[in-house]
């Protein structure tokens, strides 16, 4: 049920882009660093890198979360304060990259092309705490044994759309179910999110807040972070 202080009813829309998705389905819902193509199976996943147009090159990222990084990442220590810091410390969302299970069952049932295209250099990416959608979502891969793959909902290079309204019409058409929460949270920013491997802490996109989050692991502990030139 729904209220003016909570306009929407995330676990019945999680329920509704989860049976999509678990039906073979593409859904696209928001996240704080915008909105979100996904799915879970290799023909909607072919069938986004089609309508997205993008290069096979490119690599999937997943809606995660920490029970799904605990579950499923390897990190030590540093990596562990670091990923604490921008998350939870200044509550920011991060594209969280870390060695990961290979071995783990979730990996081990994704069909042979998309694991390949997944796993980059045994190191897997996963979107965190980018909003309510995006944490039930991994949650619900995660019980179910499922990685909820996909990435941004617009055509390759023509930038993140953070109001449903924008997304272009092929893209929108593609979808099975379109769950529209308004004007994603960073949209000012501008950018999508920020993307870091935390075990090596070289950046692989500066995005979303990136000053802030690169401020804060030097003030608080002491850590450059690796800015390609």
Same mark, same amino acid.
């Given at each position: 049920?729904?209220?003016?202080?909570?306009?929407?009813?995330?676990? #019945?829309?999680?329920?509704?882009?989860?049976?999509?998705?678990?039906?073979?389905? %593409?859904?696209?819902?928001?996240?704080? =660093?915008?909105?979100?193509?996904?799915? #879970?199976?290799?023909?909607? &996943?072919?069938?986004?890198?089609? =309508?997205?147009?993008?290069?096979?090159?490119?690599?999937?990222?997943?809606?995660?979360?920490?029970?799904?990084?605990?579950? %499923?990442?390897? *990190?030590?220590?540093?990596?562990?304060? *670091?990923?604490?810091?921008?998350?939870?410390?200044?509550?920011? @969302?991060?594209?969280?990259? #870390?060695?990961?299970?290979?071995?783990? @069952?979730?990996?081990?049932?994704?069909?042979?092309? *998309? !694991?390949?295209?997944?796993?980059?250099?045994?190191?897997?990416?996963?979107?965190?705490?980018?909003?309510?959608?995006?944490?039930?979502?991994?949650?619900?891969?995660?019980?179910?044994?499922?990685?909820?793959?996909?990435?941004?909902?617009?055509?390759?290079?023509?930038?993140?759309?953070?109001?449903?309204?924008?997304?272009?019409?092929?893209? !929108?058409? #593609?979808?099975?179910? %379109? %769950?529209?929460?308004?004007?994603?949270?960073?949209?000012?920013?501008?950018?999508?999110?920020?993307? &870091?491997? &935390?075990?090596?802490?070289?950046?692989?996109?500066?995005?979303?807040?990136?000053? =802030?989050?690169?401020?804060?692991?030097? !003030?608080?502990?002491?850590?450059?972070?690796? *800015?390609?030139?």
């Amino acid at each position: 049920m729904t209220s003016p202080s909570h306009p929407f009813d995330y676990e #019945a829309d999680a329920q509704r882009a989860w049976d999509t998705i678990y039906g073979g389905g %593409i859904t696209i819902f928001s996240s704080h =660093v915008g909105y979100a193509m996904c799915s #879970a199976t290799k023909n909607a &996943i072919d069938k986004i890198f089609k =309508v997205k147009r993008r290069t096979p090159q490119k690599f999937h990222a997943m809606s995660g979360s920490m029970n799904l990084h605990n579950e %499923i990442h390897i *990190v030590d220590q540093r990596a562990k304060d *670091v990923l604490a810091l921008i998350t939870e410390g200044f509550d920011l @969302p991060l594209g969280t990259i #870390a060695p990961v299970k290979l071995d783990h @069952p979730i990996l081990k049932g994704l069909p042979d092309h *998309v !694991r390949e295209q997944t796993v980059k250099d045994g190191t897997l990416a996963m979107l965190m705490n980018a909003g309510v959608m995006n944490e039930l979502m991994a949650q619900k891969g995660l019980d179910h044994g499922r990685l909820i793959l996909g990435s941004s909902a617009n055509i390759s290079q023509q930038g993140t759309k953070f109001r449903a309204e924008d997304i272009e019409p092929d893209i !929108r058409e #593609a979808a099975d179910i %379109i %769950i529209d929460h308004g004007t994603a949270r960073w949209e000012s920013d501008g950018r999508s999110s920020t993307m &870091i491997n &935390i075990a090596t802490l070289e950046v692989v996109r500066a995005g979303t807040a990136f000053n =802030v989050i690169r401020d804060a692991i030097k !003030r608080h502990l002491n850590l450059d972070l690796i *800015v390609p030139a």
